[in-house]
């Protein structure tokens, strides 16, 4: 990717990040995704916290982070125990809204977090939009205690093959991605994920527990139904 290509890219991530903060308004409660884009929410969201006075949950040590340096309140889930909305990024975007999460290992708490809100925004540059999910790879947090037994339980259920990452889920956990052929149905494959002992999470949020998905390219921003509001 050349200098320019990377500015136009960083540009949409600014501005799809920007455009969904706008939805936040006073007194929210607030779910704070982790990413480079969402990163551009929590910005803003912090150039207007005295005004806004949000309570904040964050999902990963990183972003929680960044909002406390940025001057947001930032509360545990069990403090907050419901949320108004939950903006956050995606690495990948099907036509049905089905999302691929978990580059950064965080979406066991992500997937916590957008399931205590009212509305899940997402928010991507147009590069993570595909037909199908699995290009990117499934992120999957997984216990210590058989992650190899895990891999192989994966790879029955169609993997190519299963990496493991020498990093660490903020809980701790070790995570493994599993690389499929194109997700033709992605909640057939969420739920076999989810029988397979030793697998914390993973990575298939269903684009039916998504609300929007804004989308921002060269072209500008533009807002995708997710498939709970279709």
Known sequence: MTGTDTSAADAAKEAAGRAAAALVQPGMRVGLGTG????????????????????????SQRTHELA???????????????????????DEVDEAANLTKGGGGAHTREKIV???????????????????????????EVLDFAPA?????????????????EARSDNDNALLRAYFPPIEDPAALAAALAAIPGIVEHGIFLGT????????????????????SR
């Open 114 to 140: 957008a399931a205590m809100a009212d509305r899940f925004v997402v928010v991507v540059d147009g590069s993570k939009l595909v037909p199908r999910l699995g290009p990117f790879g499934t992120p999957l």
């Open 209 to 228: 527990t998504v609300d929007d998905v804004f989308v921002a390219d060269v072209a500008g921003v533009r807002r995708r139904p997710g498939g709970r």
């Open 68 to 90: 406390t340096g940025l001057g947001l309140r930032v509360v545990t889930p069990d403090e907050a125990r419901r949320l108004d909305i939950t903006i956050d990024g995606a």
């Open 149 to 165: 037994v895990v891999a192989d339980a994966v790879a029955a259920l169609g993997a190519v093959r299963v990496e493991r990452s």
């Open 36 to 59: 480079s884009t969402v990163h551009w929410t929590i910005v803003a969201l912090g150039e207007r916290h005295a005004e806004l006075g949000l309570t904040c949950v964050a999902t």
